[in-house]
């Protein structure tokens, strides 16, 4: 299994330009989550899914959008490029299985927005 | 809402030495606590977690952590560490019955291994 893979890993945009990062997982997971992390900031949730079809907000979604079609893919997608969307994003899925809570973490998407 | 407060922001620590990491966390309901360590332009992997049971958890690379109710931590401590070490460390929690399971992060501790 190559786990959770994210697309592209650097990225410098504009400000006012829109991208879509990548991010897709071959374990047949249900939960998908993306984050941001910032430096002395841990990691911020931005949106999740619980399954094909169902998005949810974080703590952070301003700026951002998200779709689920597929259990395998959750791209998220940003508009209107900002500054203090210069961070580097994380994408994790999970297992539904109740006995592991463990969440397996992308390598990460650097944005650098300017 | 959790919050979740890693103490500490830098811990330089030499080879051979123990090294605690402190994790402490507010929380109105059960929570599950995990932590996760980050190598250098890595993702995060899980190092270990509590979810029930025995206080006492152990996890991968020789690494241990307590779930103390009472005092709201959850410390991580290594008996004696490894250059391998070097990377940056985050404690988190996850409300027991919170909608997707959603995990909030404390700000990390980078930990520096020196020889």
């Known amino acids: 299994n190559a786990g959770v893979t994210q697309t592209p890993k650097f990225r410098i945009l504009k400000i006012g330009q829109s991208m879509t990062l990548q991010c897709t997982q071959d374990?047949?997971?249900?939960?998908m989550y993306w984050y941001r992390q910032d430096p002395g900031m841990g990691l911020k949730l931005i949106y999740y899914?619980?399954?094909?079809?169902?998005?949810d907000k974080g703590e952070v979604p301003n700026g951002y959008n998200v779709s689920r079609s597929t259990t395998e893919d959750f791209p998220l997608r940003l508009e209107l490029a900002a500054p203090s969307q210069t961070s580097v994003y994380f994408c994790?899925?999970?297992?539904?299985?109740?006995?592991?809570?463990?969440?397996?973490f992308g390598p990460g998407t650097r944005l650098t927005v300017t | 809402a959790q919050s979740v407060t890693q103490l500490d922001s830098q811990v330089p620590v030499f080879e051979e030495a123990p090294v605690e990491l402190r994790c402490n966390y507010s929380?109105?309901?059960?929570?599950?606590l995990f932590w996760y360590v980050q190598y250098p332009n890595q993702g995060l992997q899980l190092l270990l977690k509590?979810?029930?049971?025995?206080?006492l958890v152990k996890g991968i690379n020789g690494f241990e952590a307590e779930f103390n109710k009472s005092q709201t931590s959850f410390h991580l401590r290594k008996p004696s560490v490894h250059i391998s070490d070097t990377a940056e460390y985050f404690c988190?929690?996850?409300?027991?019955?919170?909608?997707?399971?959603?995990?909030?992060f404390g700000g990390g501790t980078r930990v520096l291994v020196k020889p």
């Open positions: 994790a899925s999970r297992s539904p299985d109740r006995a592991s809570y463990e969440q397996y």
């Open positions: 374990m047949n997971h249900n939960y």
């Open positions: 899914s619980v399954g094909a079809g169902i998005t």
């Open positions: 929380s109105s309901v059960s929570v599950y």
């Open positions: 509590y979810l029930s049971g025995s206080t």
């Open positions: 988190a929690v996850c409300g027991v019955k919170a909608a997707g399971n959603k995990l909030t």
